[in-house]
C-alpha cells in the first residue's frame, strides 16, 4: 500500500513538471482562445510582409532563447 502510494506520489510530481518548458510556457499541443488566434495571426502577417532577418522587438530574449554566452549579449555601443 505504501508502494502504491509512493508511485502515485511521483507519477503526479513527473506530470506537473511536464506541464511547462524551461522557458515557462506550456507544452504543445496549444489550445488558444479565439481573441488569442487573432493576436498570433496577426502578428504572423506583420512578419511576413516585412524581412523576417530584420524583424526584432523587445521581447527577443523570450522569442529566440539565447545562452549567457552568446555573442549578441556582449555586444555594446
Known amino acids: 500500500m505504501v508502494l502504491l502510494i509512493s508511485i502515485l506520489l511521483i507519477v503526479r510530481t513527473v506530470k506537473r513538471r511536464q506541464v511547462e518548458t524551461k522557458e515557462g510556457f506550456p ?3 496549444w489550445r488558444l482562445q479565439k481573441q488569442s488566434q487573432d493576436i ?3 502578428w ?4 511576413l510582409l516585412k524581412n523576417p532577418l530584420i524583424w526584432r ?3 527577443r530574449e523570450v522569442i529566440w532563447p ?10 555594446t555601443l
Not at 504572423?44 to 512578419?47: C, D, F, P, R, S
Not at 539565447?66 to 555586444?75: H, K, L, N, V
Request: charge should be negative; charged fraction near 30%.
Open 44 to 47: 504572423v502577417k506583420n512578419i
Open 40 to 42: 498570433l495571426v496577426g
Open 66 to 75: 539565447y545562452q549567457e554566452s552568446d555573442a549578441t549579449r556582449e555586444f
Open 57 to 59: 522587438c523587445s521581447d
Open 27 to 29: 507544452k504543445p499541443p
